[in-house]
């Protein structure tokens, strides 16, 4: 459990940058080399370097070096623990507020009662 | 699209925290004052303020005052943002993947195909 909930905090971190969302979004779409991704995000090596481990440290990116080029390619775990926490939050949130609208449908039905009771 | 991706980046910044993730958990069962969420997670009110205040900055929480007492609830903005995310990337992870499965399958099948043709 413990494990689990230090995972996540290493993967909301990774996802907490629009670089490193952008590099998932591109590797999405084909397999790249660190010179080709500091390429399409006009960043130094050593930048992009940075940015892949980190994806790469929350077990969302995984790279071979073969020669001298090292290919990030997704991992195949995917999203699916964030999918999940932000899921059954989403279910219990949206629970809470349906049942807040209930109490509030019962307020309006009693205020509708109280003022008819006034009125006659 | 700057300012989605900027929220994006506090957001999951905000969740990247197991303590901040477990106060919106106990959130979703009740509002709770600064004071009661300190003492469920043993923390100081300094503390607790502060984690308070990165959900309150990612739009997750609002949180109001009465009197002395500051009362914090969940924000009606839910997790949409981050789900929508999370639910498109899956979406483009599961189709790269089907297709790379496609592509081991073709290569399966022609290494049967040529194993076949050897032997005979």
Chains 1, 2 share one sequence.
Not at 9 to 22: E, H, I, N, P, Y
Not at 25 to 35: C, F, N, P, V, W
Not at 88 to 107: K, S, Y
């Amino acid at each position: 459990m413990v494990q689990f909930k230090a995972s996540l905090d290493v993967s909301f971190a990774a996802l907490s940058d629009a670089t490193r969302r952008g590099i998932l979004e591109r590797l999405g779409q084909a397999d790249a080399s660190i010179t080709e991704l500091a390429d399409a995000f006009g960043m130094t090596l050593t930048g992009m370097k940075k940015h892949v481990g980190v994806l790469e440290a929350a077990g969302l990116v995984v790279t071979q070096k073969v020669g001298r080029v090292r290919t990030c390619k997704l991992s195949l775990r995917g999203l699916e623990e964030e999918a999940a926490w932000i899921e059954q939050r989403r279910r219990l949130w949206e629970a809470r507020f349906d049942a807040l609208d209930e109490i509030v449908d019962e307020l309006a039905q009693k205020e509708k009662t109280h003022g008819r009771k006034k009125r006659s």
